[in-house]
């Protein structure tokens, strides 16, 4: 072999030694790949979620939809809700936002939910029946349900008609709330006044009722929060029935709009012996409303006696 050969052998050598064979090239990744890539990184980038979640709050209906706590309720975006939290997947994904917006959108449109404040003021009111458990144990659940038609039928209109908003029945009793107190108050003195009917068996009940304003958190139909629980505390100190007031309540309520409405609101003490209500704040005021015929009888009563 002549010196020529001999340095062209030793130079394809050296290249068969510097480049790597075409077999250890690492692929080359297609534009689809590349593409899908980009949108699981993207899918779960906590900056994008962050920012549709930001946006669902300007769109339409619910934002909170697909919050189990915000699925109560019937019809198909109802539906939709409850089973969006299984069927879309990862909770911080990008897709399941886009999803979630689309599906509120919808109950928007289906329900002609109006875009409201989250938690604006309003006026909440409770009621039940005083001693319903006990009398129902005896007359049994024929006599109990006709009762409980009866209360419905008798409550419930007047509320309706006043502009108030039935949340839910509890048992022998209703959560409803009112955008104006003193609306609310003269719903609950006529709801009041058509308990007057009500009678079953020679069983004539009496309603207790609690009303208190604030600002509850508002969860699809829904309303919670320490308000809710202050206003359900108001009733529960109307133990023989009657119709109590939170100061929350009575301070929006201008005198002129009570003697119109023909009420008295006497301060509510608590009796010395009764066990103290939980949940109410301590310099939340508590008053009992009555009528000022009730009134001005009761007060006839009390200085009758004294003078006896």
């Not at 005896?138 to 039928?153: F, H």
């Not at 009420?263 to 003490?269: D, N, T």
């Not at 608590?270 to 009888?297: N, W």
Request: without cysteine; charged residues 25%.
């Amino acid at each position: 072999m002549g010196p020529h050969e001999q340095e062209a052998g030793r130079s394809q050598a050296t290249k068969a030694t510097a480049e790597p064979p075409a077999a250890l090239e690492p692929p080359r990744r297609s534009p689809v790949h590349n593409a899908a890539h980009w949108l699981r990184s993207t899918n779960r980038s906590p900056g994008v979620v962050a920012f549709l979640r930001r946006a669902r709050r300007l769109l339409p209906g619910d934002p909170e939809f697909g919050d189990p706590l915000s699925t109560a309720g019937d019809g198909g975006p109802r539906a939709a809700a409850r089973a969006a939290d299984r069927l879309l997947g990862d909770r911080n994904a990008a897709s399941r936002e886009v999803s979630l917006g689309v599906l509120q959108v919808w109950q928007a449109l289906t329900e002609a939910v109006s875009r409201q404040p989250a938690n604006p003021e309003v006026t909440l009111v409770f009621t039940d029946l005083v001693g319903f458990s006990t009398w129902s144990l005896e007359a049994g659940d024929d006599a109990a349900l006709a009762l409980l038609r009866q209360v419905a039928r008798a409550v419930e209109p007047p509320l309706l008609d006043a502009g108030g908003h039935i949340v839910k029945r509890l048992g022998d009793g209703i959560m409803a709330v009112f955008r104006n107190p003193t609306v609310a108050v003269g719903a609950v003195l006529a709801a009041r006044d058509a308990m007057k009917s009500v009678e079953v068996n020679g069983y004539t009940p009496r309603m207790r009722v609690g009303i208190h304003t604030g600002r509850p958190q508002r969860l699809a139909a829904d309303w919670l929060g320490v308000d809710v629980n202050i206003a359900a505390r108001v009733m529960e100190r109307a133990t023989k029935g009657g119709i109590m007031v939170s100061s929350s309540t009575l301070d929006l309520i201008p005198q002129s709009e009570l003697d119109a409405l023909g009420v008295v609101a006497k301060r509510a003490r608590r009796p010395v012996f009764a066990s103290k209500l939980t949940g109410i704040p301590a310099d939340l005021a508590i008053y009992r409303i009555r009528s000022r015929r009730e009134f001005l009888h009761n007060v006839g009563t009390v200085e009758t006696n004294a003078r006896a």
